[in-house]
């Protein structure tokens, strides 16, 4: 029998993923009509249901999300071989923005094993001044926010979550008691980060109890410098571990309590322009999301 003809398949592989007629013809900058008539037509073809359709809501029948995952392989490895031996420069080029501590203490690291596996990819990486969530131009294409509540949607996937934890150099309590209580912290410097302002009135609110006078301290623009700060004897800051692990394990910086009490924050991977995704943007979103599993150590 003949095969199905590629644009057919690109464009069922594209509803499959989305389980959206409408986000595939996005993507494939077709209508959401074309879709679905070139789906009709697919399943006649074959002799198979790959959708259940229940109004506007749309699944994979058991044959169909078979179908789809062998789809996906043999596109996934038509795109790659053609970015191989093709390349498109304009589109192989792929901006993330994110803060400069995401930047420098966790994405920096890995971009080594990347760029060995794509050297093909054009990556850059934006920072931005602590205004998280705010992407600094219209050219970036995936943005790396925290975001305070759980988000499901097409252009949005979890990185990891990470707790925030008072810390502070080894010698900075000097011959004062170990702080035991949240109360006690009152009384100390505290550090500050712009971006990050209320995470010491949220710790606060979470671990004492009664009214309390936040502690003004000094107010940093980052992360980094905060940290360098921290490291000095300065003051206490509240530290996310995923970024200051290192200066755990190597003893530069403590745990204010024995008890952790931390907060917690969530990291999100954001595609700015689902319509015009592309395989390179693809491969990089994968690896990010691929690369909190394999490599995280958040708690």
Known sequence: MRRPRLNVLRTFEAAGRHLSFSLAASELNISPPAVSQQMRQLEAYLGSQLFLRNGRKLALSSIGQ?????????????????????????????????????????????????????????????????????????????????????????????????????????????????????SDLLGFDLIHVLGYDDDWHKWFQRYHDGTFMLPRGVKMDGSLIAMEMAQRGEGVMLGRRIFINHLLESGELIEVFDDPRPLHASYYLRDLAPARRNRARDMVADWLVNLTVDNLTAE
């Open 66 to 182: 078979a179908y789809l995952e062998t789809v996906h392989l043999a596109i996934e490895r038509l795109d790659t071989v053609t970015d191989q031996l093709f390349p498109d420069k304009q589109n192989q080029q792929v901006t993330i923005s994110c803060t400069p501590s995401v930047a420098t203490l966790w994405l920096v690291p890995q971009l080594g094993s990347f760029h060995k596996n794509h050297p093909e990819i054009d990556l850059s990486i934006r920072t931005l001044d602590a205004k998280i969530g705010d992407a600094a131009s219209v050219d970036v294409d995936l943005e790396i926010v925290i975001m305070q509540e759980p988000v499901a949607d097409e252009s949005t996937r979890i990185l990891f979550t990470t707790a925030i934890v008072p810390v502070c150099a080894p010698g900075f309590l000097g011959t004062a008691p170990r702080p035991e209580q949240p």
